[in-house]
């Protein structure tokens, strides 16, 4: 299991259960209304990140229990039908009773703790016509070695430049 596998895990239930958004992806960070300006989101929206890893445990040779720190962020806009924080309130409702029950279909997922719910508001963001709450928690997550405990090789591309990037050939890294 990895931290990236959950948050794929996350978003696709979330797109899976609530079919209506417009957006539902992982975001690498917190969400702010200068956010909002750089991206272009459809509203509803929401958007799911790891913010950090506060505690881990090792309690065998294998696995290393974390507690992954996560922050689902929900952005509306007004409809003809619906305010948009009406319906921001209703999708952190929402959260707030799904979260603590999901899985997400994967092993080595624990239940979600210190679920928490926080409005976003300021002048800034109100003039976007966007009504923004983030919801947080964290979730245990099993981290497994191979057999042996060894941990496993992280793929090349992690550190390495694609060979064909024009940026890489204008800027080359410097050894």
Not at 46 to 51: K, N, P, R, Y
Not at 65 to 76: E, H, K, N, P, S
Request: charged share 20%.
């Amino acid at each position: 299991m990895s931290t990236q596998a959950l948050l794929a895990a996350i978003v696709a239930d979330l797109r899976r259960q609530l079919p209506a958004l417009k957006s539902c992806e992982i975001h690498d960070g917190r969400w702010n209304a200068d956010e909002l300006k750089r991206w272009a989101v459809g509203a509803p929206a929401i958007l799911v990140a790891w913010t950090g890893t506060p505690r881990t445990e090792t309690p065998g040779v294998r696995w290393t229990d974390a507690d992954q720190q996560l922050i689902a962020v929900v952005a509306t806009r007004d409809t003809p039908s619906l305010p948009r924080g009406e319906g921001a309130r209703n999708l952190v409702d929402w959260l707030l009773l799904y979260l603590p029950r999901a899985r997400w279909g994967l092993a080595g997922v624990g239940a979600a703790e210190r679920v928490r719910a926080e409005n976003l508001f300021s002048a800034a963001l109100d003039k976007t016509g966007v009504a923004m709450w983030a919801v947080t928690w964290t979730q245990p997550l099993r981290l497994e070695a191979a057999d042996g405990g060894t941990v496993p090789p992280l793929p090349t591309e992690l550190y390495s430049s694609a060979q064909d990037d024009p940026h890489e050939a204008i800027y080359p890294e410097q050894t």
